[in-house]
T-cell receptor, first 116, second 111 residues
Framework: DTEVTQTPKHLVMGMTNKKSLKCEQH?????MYWYKQKAKKPPELMFV???????INESVPSRFSPECPNSSLLNLHLHALQPEDSALYLC???????????????FGNGTRLTVT | GQQVMQIPQYQHVQEGEDFTTYCNSS?????IQWYKQRPGGHPVFLIQ?????EVKKQKRLTFQFGEAKKNSSLHITATQTTDVGTYFC???????????FGSGTRLQVQP
């Protein structure tokens, strides 16, 4: 089980739909992350929020729009996605106090996204 | 881009055999972390290594950080079917801004 909660678990959407992925943690962590993982590949970093500010955007297309409403919540808004965006989207959090590269990541169960 | 390379990509062992996966970096790492992802699951943090030459054990798992802090290994003694999954190392990525995952080693254990 995990202390990072992601909803929904599964999502199927068309290319013209708008949807949002949600993530919540109550561990007091100050850094939150979105990773994308394709089958048999490692997680790839998309975005990092540190102290509720966007600190890293790994050149992600604008059809993915992150939002951090408060220190416990992280959203990923999806619009006009392509079939190749189908993947497992993982949210993670870390303490962030010692720096993003030094803090272990706590992952949620992920949202399995299929774009049709 | 990734700074840590991981080998092998895949290993199939008989239950009871040992298993080792290796991570290598071209640059010195401030720390290296290991994660396990079960099939259909999410990555779970196993351990963090920080010091040069550090060795840490968790039951049948032994983690090592090289003297030059450029490589690391995970060794599992007497594998069990519960060890099945993909093992990732993770270290500071390009620009050292956030963690980057190695390519992973998928372990299959034959009962």
């Amino acid at each position: 089980d995990t202390e990072v909660t992601q909803t929904p678990k599964h999502l199927v959407m068309g290319m013209t739909n708008k949807k949002s992925l949600k993530c919540e943690q109550h561990m007091g962590h100050r850094a939150m992350y979105w990773y994308k993982q394709k089958a048999k590949k490692p997680p790839e970093l998309m975005f990092v929020y540190s102290y509720e500010k966007l600190s890293i955007n790994e050149s992600v297309p604008s059809r993915f729009s992150p939002e951090c409403p408060n220190s416990s919540l992280l959203n990923l808004h999806l619009h006009a996605l392509q079939p190749e965006d189908s993947a497992l989207y993982l949210c993670a959090s870390s303490q962030g106090i010692l720096g993003l590269i030094n803090s272990p990541l706590h992952f949620g169960n992920g949202t399995r996204l299929t774009v049709t | 881009g990734q700074q840590v390379m991981q080998i092998p990509q895949y290993q199939h062992v008989q239950e009871g055999e040992d298993f080792t996966t290796y991570c290598n970096s071209s640059t010195t790492l401030s720390n290296i972390q290991w994660y396990k992802q079960r099939p259909g699951g999410h990555p779970v943090f196993l351990i963090q290594l920080v010091k040069s030459g550090e060795v840490k054990k968790q039951k049948r798992l032994t983690f090592q950080f090289g003297e030059a802090k450029k490589n690391s290994s995970l060794h599992i003694t007497a594998t069990q079917t519960t060890d099945v999954g993909t093992y990732f190392c993770a270290g500071p990525g390009t620009g050292r801004r956030a963690l980057t995952f190695g390519s992973g080693t998928r372990l299959q254990v034959q009962p």
